[in-house]
Structures are given as C-alpha cells and as structure tokens.
C-alpha cells in the first residue's frame, strides 16, 4: 500500500475505533498530516476516498494529496 492509502485506512480506523490521529497515524506508520488529509477527503469527499483506496494512486491518478486538493474545494464551497 502507498502512503496515501494507508493514511486513509488510519483515518477509516480513526472513526470507526474512535481513536486519536496519533494513534492511528503509528498504527499504520504515517504521518498525521496524512491522517488529517485523509481525515478531510473522508468527509468532504468520500468519492475521492475510495478512488485513493481503490488503487487508483499508483497509476498516479489520484494521489491523496490531489484528492484532498479537491476535498478542501469541495470543503469551502
């Protein structure tokens, strides 16, 4: 898995078991600004979120950093 889509596992995880970015950033062994761009693309753009998980990054498509690009877009609207 990249990094980016280890970033968005921790931040799935983070919901779902109600954990600290921290904590979920060391379990996956990521950086929390990763787990906090994961974390925004998760609620502003959950389209996006599973284009990341879905592979789609290692083709260069969509990048987490280009999805979260687009979440903050969507974010702000």
Same mark, same amino acid.
């Given at each position: 898995? /990249? !990094?980016g889509q280890r970033a968005m596992v921790a931040a799935k995880a983070r919901i779902l078991r109600i954990q600290t970015v921290g904590e979920a950033a060391e379990a @996956?062994? @990521? $950086? /929390?600004?990763? @787990?906090d761009h994961a974390s925004i693309? +998760? =609620?502003?753009? *959950?389209? +996006?979120a599973a284009e990341v998980l879905a592979g789609r990054v /290692? $083709?260069? @498509? +969509? *990048?987490?950093?280009? =999805?979260? &690009? &687009? =979440?903050? !877009?969507r974010k702000a609207e």
């Open positions: 898995m /990249t !990094k @996956v062994n @990521v $950086s /929390t600004g990763g @787990v693309v +998760l =609620a502003h753009g *959950p389209d +996006l /290692t $083709s260069g @498509v +969509l *990048p987490l950093d280009k =999805a979260y &690009e &687009e =979440a903050r !877009k």
